[in-house]
């Protein structure tokens, strides 16, 4: 019980330390490694007296029960333990089992940063490990292994392509960002193998052929958001995206997109939001937007619409009569954002 009351636990957030099981009675920032520092301690009043009473009165309780049981048992069968050839073979594969666990876990961590590692020589990474318990424990056993790897961000610094690491291989990976990156059927391969929860990617171009790799792309589970940002993309690359029926998120930043790429977007059953800057729209391209059901908001930034263009798609969202449209300045250009405060249950 002294070992476990007199260590501290930091949080998951790695903001705080606390000190005391199974009631805390002292907590400070974390001060280096050591899992032992009482750092902003400045007088015994800052401890709380209450819990560590507490926390002496459960551990003199456990171990009370604890010899209880022992002296029962002795009383009983005249010894403790029984211990001949079947118990040591027992014992045996017990701790081998265990051994085994412990390496496992050990080879996928020190893999997981081997991936971490070469991806940090070509890209900015920022990384979400899994928060754990007993780190002091493990410390005390020489073993400071980082925790898995849920959560990453790989964001290109130019957006050049990036030689395809073996991400596939991070399989505790929950929720994936992928910024400013140049994407290759490679890259989709890497992705789909893993068990995502969360996939979030900001494009800037596509190697090979584009419609494979975005159909491939489309098929990826919990493909929640889909930013395209290039003059390479046009209304043809928006095509396969129609099967992405996880995608809540979708925008595009292009001059070659135009306002038939809606008709596309249109089947997106899930879609929420939408983006679009310096696209091309005309009066006609409009009405695909009032049959997307769940959506809540639609951004046009820098977009060609004359007054008319602007007129026709507030008609072409009249059914929908919840939908407000504000517009706004920026710099030369002009922006119009479309947001549905409270929706109705039914839909034309």
Known sequence: MFLINVPGEKTPSHSQVHHGWPFIYFSHPPHGPSYWSFAGLRSPQDLD???????????????GLVAAACEYWIRRYGRLFRFGLSSLLVVTALIATLLGLAL?????????????????????????????????????????????????????????????????????????????????????????????????????????????????????????????????????????????????????????????????????????????????FTAANFEPLAAIKNLDSAVFAGCKMSSEDEARLKNSLGPLSNWSVRQESKGLKRSIQVHLDSRQETHP
């Open 49 to 63: 007296w209450l819990a560590i009473a507490l926390n002496g009165l459960i551990a003199v309780g456990i171990a």
């Open 104 to 280: 496992r876990d050990l080879q996928r961590c020190s893999l997981q940063e081997r991936i971490l590692n070469g991806l940090s020589a070509r890209a900015g990474v920022s990384v979400h490990r899994e928060p754990r318990s007993l780190d002091w424990l493990r410390s005390l056993l020489g073993h400071q292994q980082p925790s898995r790897v849920v959560g990453l961000i790989i964001i290109s610094k130019d957006g050049a392509p990036l030689e395809t690491p073996a991400v596939g291989s991070l399989s505790d990976l929950r929720w994936l960002r992928l910024d400013n990156l140049s994407l290759s059927g490679e890259w989709v391969d890497q992705i789909a193998r893993l068990r995502l929860e969360n996939l979030q990617i900001e494009l800037s171009d596509i190697q090979g052929n584009r419609l494979e790799v975005l159909r491939a792309l489309a098929s990826v589970p919990n493909l929640k958001s889909l930013f395209l940002r290039g003059d390479t993309f046009e209304d043809a690359d928006l095509a396969p995206l129609a099967s992405a029926n996880d995608l809540i998120h979708f925008g595009v930043v292009s001059k070659r997109v135009t306002g038939r790429s809606l008709e596309h977007l249109a089947r997106l059953e899930g879609v929420r939001s939408l983006e679009f800057e310096d696209a091309d």
